[in-house]
């Protein structure tokens, strides 16, 4: 099976960290994440990321440079993350499609129950 395509921003602010919990209802809810989303047809990265920021948290955002590409293969599937460098463009969120949002300090960040494919992800900013 192909991987799924999911993209993810790293958004930051004041040396913080934003991370976004998933709504109970959805497919691993429950769970800390990136806020980003699926790739739909035709569109780059950059604009996937811009379409789900605002529709999950009517933010705007700048999408800087690529972070990390992590490959994780869940029991249902694999999937293929791509992480970008991402500015917001406002100040306001909006809790539109996530249950909370934090901005974390990097040391933070282990507190968390993020989803299992993030773990390269946390450990990469650590290490920085
Ligand atoms: N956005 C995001 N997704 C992640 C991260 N880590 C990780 O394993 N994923 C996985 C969880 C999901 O299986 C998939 C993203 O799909 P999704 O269902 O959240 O995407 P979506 O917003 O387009 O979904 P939908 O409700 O519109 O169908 O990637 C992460 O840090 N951020």
New binding site residues.
């Given amino acids: 099976m192909p991987p799924?395509i999911?993209t993810?921003a790293l958004l930051r602010k004041d040396s913080k960290i934003l991370i976004t919990k998933?709504p109970a209802d959805?497919?691993?809810g429950g769970f800390w994440?990136?806020?980003?989303?699926?790739l739909q047809n035709n569109e780059t990265p950059q604009q996937a990321l811009k379409r789900?920021l605002r529709e999950e948290l009517d933010l705007e955002i700048e999408v800087g440079a690529i972070f990390e590409v992590v490959y994780?293969r869940?029991d249902w599937g694999p999937?293929l993350?791509l992480v970008y460098e991402c500015l917001p463009l406002s100040e306001a969120i909006r809790n539109l499609e996530v249950d909370e949002h934090r901005w974390l300090t990097v040391e933070q960040l282990p507190e968390y129950d993020?989803?299992?494919?993030?773990r390269p992800i946390i450990d990469k900013l650590l290490q920085q």
């Fill in positions: 799924l999911v993810a998933r959805k497919q691993q994440e990136f806020p980003g989303g699926k789900e994780h869940y999937v993350i993020l989803l299992p494919a993030d």
